[in-house]
């Protein structure tokens, strides 16, 4: 199992709390270390709106503005994670973050969720795609979006899953912050590994430290992402929903006992394979181990928790939105947004427009499919800076 601590932009910018992070998360049993390449350009428009922090409201812009760290930050922070033992990986979140990451020595980088239909970012990660380990997370996206999204990053290669780190995991998520532990649909994990044939695992936001991990185990995941963080109580974006140290501990305890559980199921059913053919009886003895091992997990599990809420967890395994990131939908993943306000008569340049989260109070644009359609497009209204780019604002050619 793969446990990834996000750290994400909880060092708040300074190098020291960064290196304690890292130094949280060894100790606490994880084996990669993740950050995020902040650019505020890249990820919003400076009329997004607003965040509520115990500071007060604060507009969201400008709190990524004062997340952006020099390149030797991030430098520093994966030489100090390779001389800890661990693996480095981080979220870009344009084409310049993604270049600038991919010059350095990563083990692997990270998409985001809301960066799924980031196309362009995921035409140029196509290029290294088999170089380097691709990390997908599924929240606030649909499975036409994780197809499309799959088939651009694998265009060059075929799916491999060989190797320490396999070329491409998928990580099922919820886009919420706290995500509901109830709506999580674990079951998922399996559900996903069986239509795209890759590793799976999940990106875990709920606040409990056992539950999630624990199932995601049970159901064959091969990789946790759970924030981290020195306190709940600091002022990181992600902080309240992190992972304090001791409770990361606790779930790196959980997970491997799980896979302690399951690794002895394993052994008794592979001695079934030994020197005789599968008929029908020994896959039913088969059967009937595997779901011994669940029975088993669950039966720990309920020590805590009560059986529905563990079944709730597990949900249905249909892929699909959770309530709690249904809203979100096309506000948080990428559309199409002017950068400034351009008269009726005015043809669109390259700079006119960018691939942004809309978040809070812009309207949606267009998806990013059209950016490069839109090159030299001429607009047939008055259009404000911010506003979501819509195709009826373009005489069609």
């Known amino acids: ?65 004062d997340l952006e760290v020099d390149r ?61 380990p691709v990390i997908l997370s599924s929240g606030v996206s649909k499975l036409s979006d994780l197809e499309k999204a799959i088939d ?66 049970m159901m064959g995941g091969s990789m946790i992402e759970k924030h981290i963080t020195l306190s709940r109580k600091t002022e990181g974006l992600d902080d309240p929903v992190a992972l304090e140290g001791e409770d990361f501990a606790l779930m790196t305890h959980c997970v491997h006992q799980t896979q302690a559980l399951l690794h002895k199921w394993a052994k008794e059913e592979s001695a079934m394979f030994q020197n005789s053919e599968l008929n029908g009886e020994k896959a039913d003895k088969l059967r009937i181990l595997s779901e011994s091992a669940e029975k088993e997990i669950i039966k720990q599990l309920e020590e805590k928790y009560p059986l529905s809420k563990i079944q ?26 002017y950068m400034k306000s351009f008269p009726k008569g005015h043809k669109i340049q390259e700079e006119d427009i960018s691939i942004l989260r809309t978040e809070k109070v812009l309207t949606p644009g267009i998806s990013p499919l059209y950016y490069e359609m839109l090159k030299g497009a001429v607009l047939t209204r008055d259009v404000e800076d911010g506003e979501g780019v819509q195709l009826e604002d373009f005489i069609s050619r």
């Open 1 to 65: 199992m793969t446990i990834i601590a996000e750290i994400g932009t909880s060092h708040e910018g300074s190098l020291e709390k960064a290196f304690k992070l890292i130094d949280t998360a060894a100790e606490a049993g994880a084996n990669f270390i993740k950050f995020q390449w902040v650019y505020a350009d890249e990820i919003l428009h400076p009329k997004t709106g607003f965040v509520k922090l115990p500071t007060g409201n604060i507009p969201l812009y400008q709190r990524f503005k």
């Open 72 to 132: 030797s930050f991030y430098e520093k922070c994966i030489d100090y994670t390779h001389k800890k033992g661990l693996k480095f990986t981080c979220s870009p979140f344009g084409l310049r973050s993604l270049k600038e990451l991919l010059s350095c020595d990563i083990d692997a980088v990270k998409i985001a969720s809301p960066e799924v239909n980031h196309f362009p970012m995921l035409q140029e990660l196509s290029k290294v795609y088999g170089k380097i």
């Open 152 to 217: 651009i990053l694998t265009q060059n290669k075929h799916i491999s899953c060989s190797g320490e780190i396999p070329p491409l995991t998928l990580l099922h998520c919820i886009t919420s912050y706290p995500a509901p532990e109830n709506e999580y649909n674990v079951k998922a994990v399996k559900t996903l590994h069986e239509i795209f044939g890759i590793p799976t695992g999940i990106s875990d936001h709920s606040l409990d430290p056992v539950l999630v991990p624990v199932l995601t185990t």
């Open 312 to 337: 709730a967890v597990l949900g249905t395994g249909v892929k699909r939105l959770a309530d709690s990131e249904k809203q979100n939908y096309g506000r948080t993943n990428r559309s199409l947004h």
